[in-house]
């Protein structure tokens, strides 16, 4: 039994939940978002909230349980609030900004990184060591954050390179005499 996903998805006030075929598509404040639906598993709309049970007793089904609750609570959250991630950049000279549809890094190769921000994230520099990256689809936000990452991962060494905040980084002892 799927602890998570005996719990129903609340529905706030402002956001309108439909099924239609085989998508489940959430509207509200922040835009639209879909989802294709698993067919060992029924959804319901029942009023203020999504309900997720499984359609059958098959190991699938039950293996799909949890997981397909939590999407269909991860699309209501990012209609509502959307999702963030934070970005640290350290190193001498490394920076970024944003210019235009491209954010625009620095990070000590010969030439500057121009990354394209795609449609449905927004993204913003308050200064120049922090990227923010923000929208209402979490994939999304999470693979522009791991896009923008890999340009230059943090070395062990000095820490230089770019870091999720909070991203704790082994650190190891240099060469010794």
Sequence with gaps: MSRIGKKAVPVPAGVTATIDGGTLSVKGPKGSLAMPLVADIAYAVEGASISVQPANDSKTARAFWGMQRTLVANLVTGVTDGFTKTLEITGVGYRASVAGKNLKLQLGYSHDVDYPIPEGIAIKTPDQTTVEISGADKQQVGQVAAEIRRWRK????????????????????????
């Design 154 to 177: 943090p070395e062990p060494y000095k820490g230089k390179g770019i870091k999720y905040r909070g991203e704790y980084i082994f650190r190891k002892e240099g060469k010794k005499k």
